[in-house]
Structure formats: structure tokens, C-alpha cells
């Protein structure tokens, strides 16, 4: 896993190579372009910004990179932002991997990867985001949901073949099960929901609840809909005790809330984890 900040680069406009579908509900979307050249090796699991053509568009209208940062161009023909998740990136094959959750046309992403065809034109910012895992703590708990999937299997793939501990991922349904890459002594462990509603689930909660914990410093990665996120975050500080610093945890999406009118609250709540780590809780 690569903790160095990236060279500053301008996002790359990329074009859809192909699609694949993992689940009923997961769609792999293949990206390559001579844009592509130079993306950092070893980013799988890292942030990325999509950027989506508006209305109208055939292509997105990319910002420009100057000294101050991004020039964005008008508003009115500003690309739609989302941040989704390196899965995989091959520089050989000059690829890279992004897994969309389908989720109904509600969402200009879910949308768009719904109906990406070849040659579909997308922006791509980044990689970047804080570390997903600390490989020296002595075991790990990794969780998530179907859109911190690249996140969860990133970490998986990460770990030495002798780390321990749990990795517990919730779906909608019994059909979202996938392989993931587990090492040999990591738990991994599926909740169902059986189609009730995320935001609403309580599953994972009950399950790190009921986990039995093992000795020594824990490294947790946990990212999904925010309610759950929030109330494990609070757990894990509160009453395991778990350093701020071994916690990778950042609530992905929110149940009946879009992107934007989300994003203010997201920023809220992972600064306010900040602060906790730095009072001591
Ligand atoms: C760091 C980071 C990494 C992420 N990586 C990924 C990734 O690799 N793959 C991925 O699929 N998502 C990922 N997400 C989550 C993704 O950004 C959000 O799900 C986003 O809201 C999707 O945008 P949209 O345009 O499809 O829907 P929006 O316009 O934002 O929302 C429309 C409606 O869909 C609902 N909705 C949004 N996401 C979901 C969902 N996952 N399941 C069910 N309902 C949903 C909303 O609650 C809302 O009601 C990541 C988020 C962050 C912060």
C-alpha cells in the first residue's frame, strides 16, 4: 500500500475498455487511455474523483491543473463529481479497474456505469486518501459494504500471509456474495440483510459487538453507509479503545441522500473523529 502523496497531475480523461458485471448489483468498469500513462502503481483500494459529463455533454469538461490548484471551468458546464475506488490498476495492461454499485438510476454514477458502453468517456482524479491499513498492528477488522468493496479486498490482498482477525462484509442479499482474496488466518464472515434497508441495518455493529477480541494493537479499515460507520467508529473509540491512527474510517455513502447533499456532512464527521483522536478519547 502506497502512503506517499502523488505527483500533482491534471485528471486524465479515460475511456471505458470494457464492463463486467461481478454481481446482480456490482459492475467492474474497465478504463484505459493514453491519459492513463503514469498513474501510481500500487494505488489499489486508494480515493479517486470521477468526474461525470453533465446533460448534454458527450465528454466531460475536465479542470486544468494551475499553480493554486484546479481551474474549473464555469459552472455550468463543470463535470459532476463522485469518489469512488481504485480496484485495480495494471500498468502492463494499461488498466484500471473502478466496481460500481448498481443502485438505481437515482444516481448519475450508478446510472452512468449502468450504461457505460466502450469508448465511454469519464475523468479520473487522484489517486489519493489516508492510509486503509497499518501493516505492523497485530491483527486486523475489516469492514464493509458493497461500495467499500475495492477498499475491503484491496486491504485483504495487503495483508502479510500470517495477519489475523476479521474481516465481516454486509450485503443486501445473499446474491452480492463474492470471492474476496482472504489470507488463511483472517476470519471473513457475510451478513445479509436479506433485503431490508441500509441505512437502517445494525449488523455489522452487532457483529464487531459480539466479536471476540484478540490481543494486541488492532489496525481496523471501515468504510460503508454512514450510519453504521458512525456508530462503529464511536464503538471502536469509546469502548474498544482503538487508536485513531489504526483506524481507517470514513462513512461512503448515505441511505436516501445524494453525493451533494451529503458531502458537507462527511467532511463534519471525519473531522470531528479527528478531534476526538486528538482529546484523547
Ligand atoms: C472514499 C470513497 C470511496 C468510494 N468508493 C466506492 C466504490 O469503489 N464503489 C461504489 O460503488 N461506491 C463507492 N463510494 C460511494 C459512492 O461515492 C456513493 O455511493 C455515491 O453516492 C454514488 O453516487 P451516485 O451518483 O450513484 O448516487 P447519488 O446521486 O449520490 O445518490 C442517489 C441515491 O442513491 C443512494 N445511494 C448512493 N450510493 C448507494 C449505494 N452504494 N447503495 C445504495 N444506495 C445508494 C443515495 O442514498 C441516494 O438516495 C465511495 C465513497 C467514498 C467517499
Not at 179 to 199: F, H, I, K, Q, Y
Not at 237 to 261: F, I
Not at 267 to 273: A, I, K
Amino acid at each position: 500500500m502506497s502512503t506517499a502523496t502523488p505527483a500533482r497531475t491534471p485528471p486524465r480523461l479515460l475511456r471505458v475498455r470494457r464492463t463486467e458485471r461481478l454481481t446482480p448489483e456490482m459492475l467492474r468498469v474497465t478504463l484505459a487511455g493514453p491519459a492513463l500513462a503514469g498513474f501510481p502503481l500500487d494505488s489499489a483500494g486508494a480515493h479517486i474523483k470521477l468526474m461525470f459529463a453533465r446533460e448534454g455533454q458527450v465528454d466531460p469538461v475536465l479542470p486544468t491543473l494551475g499553480p493554486d490548484g484546479p481551474i474549473w471551468p464555469p459552472a455550468h458546464l463543470k463535470p459532476i463529481l463522485r469518489t469512488y475506488t481504485v480496484a485495480r490498476y495494471d500498468e502492463a495492461a494499461g488498466e484500471l479497474d473502478v466496481d460500481f454499485v448498481l443502485h438505481g438510476d437515482d444516481g448519475i454514477a450508478s446510472r452512468w456505469a449502468a450504461r457505460a458502453r466502450p469508448g465511454d468517456a469519464i475523468g479520473v482524479a487522484g489517486p489519493g486518501g489516508p492510509p486503509r491499513f497499518q501493516p505492523g498492528a497485530d491483527w486486523h477488522l475489516v469492514i464493509g459494504d458493497p461500495s467499500a468493496l475495492a477498499m475491503v479486498a484491496s486491504v485483504l490482498e495487503g495483508l502479510p500471509a500470517e495477519a489475523r482477525g476479521y474481516a465481516l462484509v454486509e450485503v443486501p442479499n445473499r446474491h452480492e456474495i463474492r470471492p474476496l482474496p482472504v489470507p488463511g488466518t483472517v476470519e471473513l464472515r457475510w451478513l445479509s440483510r436479506d433485503g431490508a434497508t441500509a441505512g437502517d441495518s445494525r449488523l455489522l455493529l452487532q457483529a464487531v459487538q459480539r466479536l471476540p477480541w484478540l490481543p494486541g494493537r488492532v489496525s481496523v479499515s471501515l468504510a460503508g453507509e454512514s450510519a453504521q460507520v458512525v456508530a462503529i467508529r464511536d464503538h471502536l473509540l469509546r469502548e474498544r479503545g482503538v487508536a485513531r491512527a489504526d483506524l481507517y474510517a470514513v462513512p461512503y455513502w448515505k441511505d436516501r441522500h445524494t453525493e451533494e447533499a451529503y458531502h458537507e456532512e462527511r467532511h463534519r464527521l471525519m473531522d470531528e473523529v479527528a478531534e476526538a483522536a486528538t482529546a484523547g478519547e
